[in-house]
């Protein structure tokens, strides 16, 4: 079966400190990957997704990043972090070969900037 | 409208039944979906209906298409207290999904 793992749980950075977070994905090959950003009491924004190594699309510019240096791994990066930044950051994966497209989410990273 | 709606809350008493209810934007969209958050947690699907059914029905839930309206509805029979979570709806629109800002639903003993 498929699991999606994102670490750290959660993180406290002071402003204009870097940022790495991960996410990897164990079970399946090749799947398309999203990080999505959730504000305290709002929807989920998507930020980033791939259909494979080394494609990144990004749907809102910021000062954040995404990279896929394996299949199975997605990393959302940012060099400076804004007060802004904080809130709670998703991964998920999708890929079935049932054509439904559902996404699945991993356990969450809440990151707060001091 | 371009965004998918939901209203923002919902209390229920246990053992009632709850209806969650969105309203999406593109009636082309081939799947609809509705997704439970739990606090402090990742989204998990609870189920997806495909555009060319009506209903679904998956135990103690059912899922209700209108495709005419571009409304969707989730109901939860006999609520109960772990049935408290965000439940957020989402649509396939063009390749992307496209969620709703979520209804929180507190179940109340």
């Known amino acids: 079966s498929q699991t999606i793992h994102q670490w750290p749980a959660t993180l406290v950075q002071p402003v204009g400190s870097p940022l790495s977070l991960e996410c990897t994905v164990e079970g399946t090959s090749n799947p398309n990957l999203y990080w999505y950003r959730q504000a305290a009491g709002r929807g989920l924004q998507l930020l980033f997704y791939?259909?494979?190594?080394?494609?990144i699309s990004s749907e809102v510019p910021q000062n954040l990043s995404a990279s896929r240096p394996q299949d199975r791994q997605f990393i959302l990066s940012s060099k400076k972090l804004l007060l802004s930044d904080s809130g709670f950051y998703l991964c998920?994966?999708?890929?079935?070969?049932?054509?439904?497209?559902?996404?699945?989410f991993g356990p969450g990273t809440r990151l707060t900037v001091t | 409208g371009e965004d998918v709606e939901q209203s923002l809350f919902l209390s229920v008493r246990e053992g009632d039944s709850s209806v969650i209810n969105c309203t999406y934007t593109?009636?082309?969209?081939?799947?609809l979906y509705w997704y439970k958050q739990e606090p402090g947690a990742g989204l998990q699907l609870l189920t997806y209906i495909f555009s060319n059914m009506d209903m679904k029905q998956d135990q103690r839930l059912t899922v209700l298409l209108n495709k005419k309206d571009k409304h969707l509805s989730l109901r939860i029979a006999d609520t109960q207290t772990g049935d408290s979570a965000i439940y957020f709806c989402a649509e396939m629109r063009g390749g992307d999904m496209r969620f709703g800002a979520g209804t929180r639903l507190t179940v109340k003993p």
């Open positions: 998920a994966w999708s890929g079935g070969t049932g054509g439904s497209y559902e996404q699945y």
């Open positions: 791939s259909v494979g190594i080394g494609q």
């Open positions: 593109d009636s082309s969209s081939t799947y």
